[in-house]
């Protein structure tokens, strides 16, 4: 469940039957996108991917709410096959953070704005080999990062809780959800001194996210970013002498 956290159970069971050490899998498509090919003669793990309609409403319904005209359904599943990262060969796999920088006491604050969220936050292996996770008003990291990979982390799941936990989720796409957060930590980690270097654009990458997809969640990202960089900022004088429960008002 740790390495494959974004399948269903009965998947994640499909995938530890067929191939126990499996650590990292995909589809055809999705490994030839990153510039992979599966290894002739790999046999593929089977699971099972919804199948999605279109629930067409009635004209009538339709003219009262013209915003939401059709609904998407599930309608059954099929088999699909993926392969695990052993079974492919080519291009490395793009480095999913290398951050560097110092990030001083902005680690600190940072931590301090999601605690003020109401937003719980622990350190722990049991992820791997995701870095953080999101789990709306909980934020789990993977302990052994650098100081800057944390921070960047840090800010890349608060992201998803301060845009994908909500009613907005069920608008977007993973990809855009992906594109976003990780946006969103690049410009914060870039404010504050720190060197990504490709990592996001990788990151991005690896989820199909594109220049289109970005542009059109810029307004978001711009917003987002500018909330995390206020909370950042040091305390001014009349705020540090305020009670803790004032402060947090504040925030």
Known sequence: MSRFHSYSFGNVLEIARQRPGATRVAGMYA?????????????GIRIL??????????EEEAEKDITRQNIRVLVGFRNAYVFDVAQTEGAELPAMREVYGDVGENHDRLVSFIEHQGIA???????????GMSY?????ILPGQSKAETFATLVHEL?????????RR???TKVVRETEAEAIA???????GLEAGSASADYIHLYHGNASL???????????SAVILAALQPPTAEQAAMPDAELAKVA
Do not use: C
């Not at 936050?121 to 870095?131: E, G, K, Q, R, S």
């Open 31 to 43: 490994w030839n996108q990153l510039g992979r090919r599966v290894i002739k003669g790999e046999k």
């Open 49 to 58: 991917a919804p199948i999605i309609g279109i629930k067409r409403k009635r």
């Open 121 to 131: 936050l622990v350190y722990t292996d049991n992820i791997a080999p995701a870095l």
């Open 136 to 140: 709306g008003g909980r934020i789990a």
């Open 159 to 167: 992201a998803h809780e301060m845009l994908h936990k909500a009613e």
């Open 170 to 172: 069920t608008t977007t």
């Open 186 to 192: 690049f410009v914060v980690g870039k404010a504050v």
């Open 214 to 224: 970005l542009a059109e969640s810029l307004e978001v990202i711009q917003q987002t």
